[in-house]
T-cell receptor, first 112, second 115 residues
Framework: TQLLEQSPQFLSIQEGENLTVYCNSS?????LQWYRQEPGEGPVLLVT?????EVKKLKRLTFQFGDARKDSSLHITAAQPGDTGLYLC????????????FGTGTRLQVTL | KAGVTQTPRYLIKTRGQQVTLSCSPI?????VSWYQQTPGQGLQFLFE???????NKGNFPGRFSGRQFSNSRSEMNVSTLELGDSALYLC??????????????FGPGTRLLVL
């Protein structure tokens, strides 16, 4: 059973465009993490959000955790080819950060 | 500091065989978690070991097992391989403090193909 649904599944955009990826769940999580995975590699952590309503910004990336801690979004401004990859959200419950529930994934391709 | 290493990187087995995968965590990390990644099911949690004990377990059959050694290195074993076990197996290490904010560091994975 996949508890975290991501949308869209695939996204192909041109350099300079903006995009938003959504991560939705029927469960409440204590924290939500976003990862990016490139071919042949393991996921790399981008950010962890823990408070309902929290917004974190990392350069061109903006992450938001829903007020009810059931959903999250990732917004990329002015996408670059280096942003290409598989974006994964992952939820953790209290005391179990090592047991992550991953989302279905969003594959992003940014072309010149 | 060296990252998480996994060996082997690629493996081909036939149905019915068994396989052992290895994971060396970042120095100082005491928790190792294992995940299976497939195109159909995505990334799914297998189990977590902390201080040589299984601390958390996912919903996988008993054919999937693991262990952790005193130096925190971990192995996972899959017995009686099935075609559906073909996947990328990822391990992640962390300090093991058990908080929901703790960062997991993933290795590059072992790609297993079962023929």
């Amino acid at each position: 059973t996949q508890l975290l649904e991501q949308s869209p599944q695939f996204l192909s955009i041109q350099e300079g465009e903006n995009l938003t990826v959504y991560c939705n769940s029927s469960s409440v999580f204590s924290s939500l993490q976003w990862y990016r995975q490139e071919p042949g590699e393991g996921p790399v952590l981008l950010v962890t959000v823990v408070t309902g309503g929290e917004v974190k910004k990392l350069k061109r990336l903006t992450f938001q955790f829903g007020d009810a801690r059931k959903d999250s979004s990732l917004h990329i401004t002015a996408a670059q080819p280096g942003d290409t990859g598989l974006y994964l959200c992952a939820g953790a419950h209290t005391g179990t950060a090592s047991k992550l529930t991953f989302g279905t994934g969003t594959r992003l391709q940014v072309t010149l | 500091k060296a990252g998480v290493t996994q060996t082997p990187r690629y493996l081909i087995k036939t149905r019915g065989q068994q396989v052992t995968l290895s994971c060396s965590p970042i120095s100082g990390h005491r928790s190792v978690s294992w995940y299976q990644q497939t195109p159909g099911q995505g990334l799914q949690f297998l189990f977590e070991y902390f201080s040589e004990t299984q601390r958390n377990k996912g919903n996988f059959p008993g054919r999937f097992s693991g262990r952790q050694f005193s130096n925190s290195r971990s192995e996972m074993n899959v017995s009686t391989l099935e075609l559906g076990d073909s996947a990328l197996y990822l391990c992640a290490s962390s300090l093991g403090e058990g908080t929901h904010q703790e960062t997991q560091y993933f290795g590059p994975g072992t790609r297993l193909l079962v023929l």
